[in-house]
Nanobody, 123 residues
Framework: QVHLVESGGGLVQAGGSLTLSCAAS????????MAWFRQAPGKEREFVAA????????YYSDSVKGRFTISRDNAKNTVLLQMNSLKPEDTAVYYC????????????????WGQGTQVTVSS
């Protein structure tokens, strides 16, 4: 069982930066693949980025590649999402998620979810 809590969301102007944090508690955090998803009003939840348990393999959606960076610190049970060059279309509730085994991009493949944190990018 893994309990996830996101923080770091807020309001930022286009072109600005934010760093989201996901704090995990529970057993064997270091063995889970961790991911960030987002959901804008009226839209389906979409994959943003993921990182395997060792931290040496990451994967990004095309919409954030080159702007966002996912990282993890297994000693601190934390996953970060550094978001740069933010655009109004990045506005959404951002969720942290965990799963066993490898990276997948479908939300229903992830067993554990946080409550989400709102990111709003103004133009």
């Amino acid at each position: 069982q893994v309990h996830l809590v996101e923080s770091g969301g807020g309001l930022v102007q286009a072109g600005g930066s934010l760093t989201l944090s996901c704090a995990a508690s529970g057993r064997a955090f270091g063995y889970y693949t961790m991911a960030w998803f987002r959901q804008a009003p009226g839209k389906e939840r979409e994959f943003v980025a993921a990182i395997v348990w060792r931290g040496d393999i990451t994967y990004y959606s095309d919409s954030v590649k080159g702007r966002f960076t996912i990282s993890r610190d297994n000693a601190k049970n934390t996953v970060l999402l550094q978001m740069n060059s933010l655009k109004p279309e990045d506005t959404a509730v951002y969720y942290c998620a965990a799963k066993s085994l490898g990276i997948e991009t479908m939300p229903d493949r992830y067993a554990y979810w946080g409550q989400g944190t709102q990111v709003t990018v103004s133009s």
